[in-house]
């Protein structure tokens, strides 16, 4: 019988797998789909939509004004959790606009 002294949390196990999972499947919509559900959780997936355009922008497309400042706090870990997920350098930036945004300007992470 195995006996281990450590357990690892099941996030710290399943975010790298999944990590190189991912890493080896082509870019299509899906992949961009189920990395973000996985970056941001069920909460922020339910209003927020994601499009990779062909230039390498994200465009995020939330319910409101106010889920847009959300996203907009947590673009730097979102960030990360991307590039771990679909690659460095595969999202240049990410544009987050609320459904009530109009003619402001949308906030770029680079």
Do not use: Y
Request: glycine share 8%.
């Amino acid at each position: 019988m195995i006996h281990s002294h450590s357990v690892r949390p099941l996030q710290e196990v399943v975010s790298p797998a999944l990590a190189g999972l991912l890493a080896g499947a082509p870019l299509s919509a899906g992949k961009v789909r189920f990395a973000w559900r996985l970056a941001v959780g069920a909460a922020i997936d339910r209003i927020a939509t994601p499009t990779l355009c062909d230039d390498g922008r994200m465009e995020v497309s939330v319910a409101d004004d106010r889920w847009r400042s959300e996203v907009r706090r947590t673009l730097p870990l979102i960030r990360s959790r991307l590039d771990a997920f679909l690659g460095a350098g595969v999202i240049k930036s990410v544009v987050v606009r609320g459904a009530e945004q109009t003619g402001a300007s949308p906030k770029t992470v680079r």
